[in-house]
Every structure is written in C-alpha cells, then in structure tokens.
C-alpha cells in the first residue's frame, strides 16, 4: 500500500495500514527492551552539549526512540593504508557529552565507530602486506580500546567493534581485539555487518553479544513495491537464520535511504553522489515497509539512518538521508508510540 496522498503528506489510514502490527508491541513493556531509534551525526555547530543538538535528541524522543547510536569516525588515507587515527568530527569530551546527553534523555546508547575512507568507503579497507596488517589492526585496537573506555565510564549500553570492515572480518587478530574491548567495556559488544552476505560470513559471532547488520540491498524501482517487499522478506528471513545459527539476537543498526527519486534502486547512494529530485513520500514508504518486514523475534532493534543534531536539518526538499522534517516522522511516530494521527 502506497502512503502517498493528494496533499502530499502520509494520510493516516494509508499510514496504520502498513504498521499496524507495529503499535501493540510499541505501546507494551516489550518496547523498552527494544533498539529502536536513530544514528545521531553530529553537525558543525550544533555540537553535543550544546542547546541545538539537546533540541535535536529531543525532537527524537518525542517520535518515540528509544535508543541512539553515537558515531565517531576513525580516518585512514586511503583503503590499502595501515596508517588509521581518530578523527576529527569527535574529541574525547564531545563523546562523553553525547553519551551523557543521550542517556539524560533516556536512550539506551549505542557507540558505534565508523572508518571514513576519503573517496571509497569501510568496506574496501584491506591492508596489502602481513606487516600493514599488523600495523593497522594496532592502530585500530587502540582507538577502539580508549572509545569504549569512555563508553564504559559514561554508562553506555553497547559498543560496535567495528561498522562494515567486510575485508577484514576473516583476520586473527579480531578475537585479541574483542578481548581487548571486553576488558574496558563489561556490557554489550557486537559487530555491524554490510547486508546479509557479510553476516552470514563473519567467524566471530560467537565472541559477541550481538549480530549488528546494515541493511542497503538494492530494491529496484521506485514503483515496483512488490518486489522491493520481497526482497525485504528475504532478508528477514536470511536474518532469522542467522540468529538461528549462532544463537544471538540481530540489530539493525543502520537503515534508510534519500529522500529522492529513483533512491530505491541504490539505497546507498548518497547525495553527494547524484543530484535527484526530492521524493520524501519514498522515503516513508521505504521505512514503513522495512520496519513491516523487521518486526520479527530475531531483531531486537532498528536504527534509521540518520538524524542530525541540527533540530533544522532536512525538510521537504532536501534529498539526504536524514528524517528530519520529513514524512518519514509520522511513520516512525506511529511504529514507535502507536501514535498513526500525525499528517
């Protein structure tokens, strides 16, 4: 069912249709135990602490989220490069305060690194010599090591080892680095995986607590929603045995795609990389069928990608991944609070 209406806006009936199985588990006490929420990307001036980016986590809550993911970057030159440093989007203090202000909210708190290669992405980084290995997984394990030191300290609930390193996952040097992570950080570890083939390949589930997955397959086109459900329907499925296998529950820990036309094709992509038409009412109905599909025993949690801590980020013409001011809104309010009367 389509959530496009002549104003332009999800029409209510159209919205309680596609997730209606959603509102009774959201309003319960089984909703609290849930990882539902938003990847929280911090913006030049509107840093954690400060009252813009408060504005911003609140504006999240009231939608209904019950949990954040807070993203440092790490930073390398180039994929081959073992040279990886933290980067510059995030001090140590500006990681305490997010933490810190996300929990004053009451968000169970993900901290959850990302490697930023400049013109490639986390999933091409492959060192090219056995000593490059070895140098790159020491400068990673250390960063890891002191980010989820300050996780411990600040009380958040989880820490991502590691978001989408699917040339690196068959590596012996991850079980010394989980080791490591454990020995600072006592509560939740888990690895975020790309799509369901880098899950079903990962060797050290067994190590974690929990399977983390993004989830970007290509859905076809914009007007086909029948077969962009069944390719949604696959995954779950693939997901459900996967939780089967090793025996851990799953997170999504990152979901979405532009608010542009022909977005569903690559939901990837980004906006940076083609120029689109803004299409907000694709992107609701996106969402609303994926947290359909996900709505599921194995996933303990969904978390959209993305949400700013500019309370003034998106808007209808804006054709970046962000929900903010968006259609997509009423769609997560009703998944989340069983609240379907937002236009």
Not at 62 to 70: E, F, K, N
Not at 170 to 176: F, M, Q, S, V
Not at 229 to 251: N, S, T
């Amino acid at each position: 069912m389509a959530l496009r209406t002549g104003s332009g806006w999800p029409g209510r009936s159209a919205v309680v249709a596609l997730v209606l199985c959603l509102t009774g588990a959201a309003a319960g006490p089984a909703r609290a135990q849930r990882l539902d929420g938003f990847n929280i990307i911090t913006m030049p001036g509107h840093g954690f602490g400060g009252a813009s980016a408060a504005e911003a986590l609140t504006r999240a809550r009231r939608l209904g989220a019950a949990a954040v993911a807070v993203v440092p970057f790490l930073w390398q030159r180039e994929p081959a490069s073992p040279d990886i440093v933290r980067g510059s989007d995030m001090s140590d203090d500006e990681l305490r305060a997010a933490i810190r202000s996300a929990r004053a909210l009451g968000f169970a708190v993900i901290v959850k690194p990302h490697v930023w290669v400049p013109t490639s992405w986390a999933g091409a980084v492959e060192p090219d010599s056995e000593a490059a290995w070895g140098g790159w997984f020491a400068r990673y394990r250390d960063a890891l090591v002191r980010i989820a030191k300050i996780s411990a300290d600040e009380g958040a609930d989880a820490v991502a080892i590691g978001t989408e390193l699917a040339r690196t996952t068959r590596r012996p040097e991850w079980h010394d680095l989980i080791v490591a992570a454990r020995a600072v950080f006592p509560r939740t570890l888990l690895y975020v995986a790309h799509n369901a083939d880098e899950a079903e390949a990962v060797p050290f589930w067994h190590e974690l607590d929990m399977i983390g997955v993004t989830l970007y397959p290509a859905l076809g086109a914009d007007a086909d929603v029948a077969g962009r459900i069944a390719v949604m329907q696959a995954v779950g499925g693939r997901l459900d045995a996967l939780a089967a296998r090793v025996g851990k529950p799953v997170v999504v820990a990152e979901i979405g795609l532009r608010s542009a036309r022909d977005a569903a094709a690559k939901p990837w992509e980004s906006a940076e990389e083609r120029l689109a038409t803004p299409d907000p009412l694709l992107q609701a109905e996106v969402l609303a069928e994926w947290l359909d599909v996900l709505r599921r025993p194995a996933v303990r949690g969904v978390l959209v990608w993305r949400w700013f801590t500019d309370p003034d980020a998106g808007g209808p013409l804006d054709t970046d991944f962000t929900v903010q001011g968006k259609p997509a809104e009423a769609v997560l309010l009703c998944a989340w609070t069983g609240d379907c009367s937002r236009r």
